[in-house]
């Protein structure tokens, strides 16, 4: 079945990096744009980065640019999300969504915590 895993969230200083993964599973990954949302608590789930089907193209929120990179192995079926300069505001549920004209589909989340 289709399974999209997150993973490598955790509780991280002020300034610091982490990468986040997201394993795909049960579906062709290299026809399915990907992308990162997070959700903070008690606010809307919003977009942080979109990559093509092929890497060729990536799009950030405002918030992001400059300081996360998406990319992606459609060999190795995931996708990644490499944060730095974390700051407090970055804490959420960081969730990952596969999309294609005809389906989409959304990971569990991984929890990000910025603090010191």
């Known amino acids: 079945q289709v399974q999209l895993v997150e993973s490598g969230g955790g509780l991280v200083q002020p300034g610091g990096s982490l990468r986040l993964s997201c394993a795909a599973s049960?579906?062709?990954?290299?026809?399915?744009?990907m992308s990162w949302y997070r959700q903070a608590l008690g606010k809307e789930r919003e977009v942080v980065a979109g990559?093509?089907?092929?890497?060729?193209?990536?799009s950030y929120a405002d918030s992001a640019k400059g300081r996360f990179t998406i990319s992606r192995d459609n060999a190795a079926n995931t996708v990644y999300l490499q944060m730095n300069s974390l700051k407090p505001e970055d804490t959420a549920v960081y969730y990952c969504k596969a999309t294609t004209y005809r389906a989409t589909y959304w990971g569990r989340g991984t929890q990000v915590t910025v603090s010191s």
């Open positions: 990559i093509t089907t092929d890497g060729g193209s990536t």
């Open positions: 049960g579906f062709i990954f290299s026809n399915y744009a």
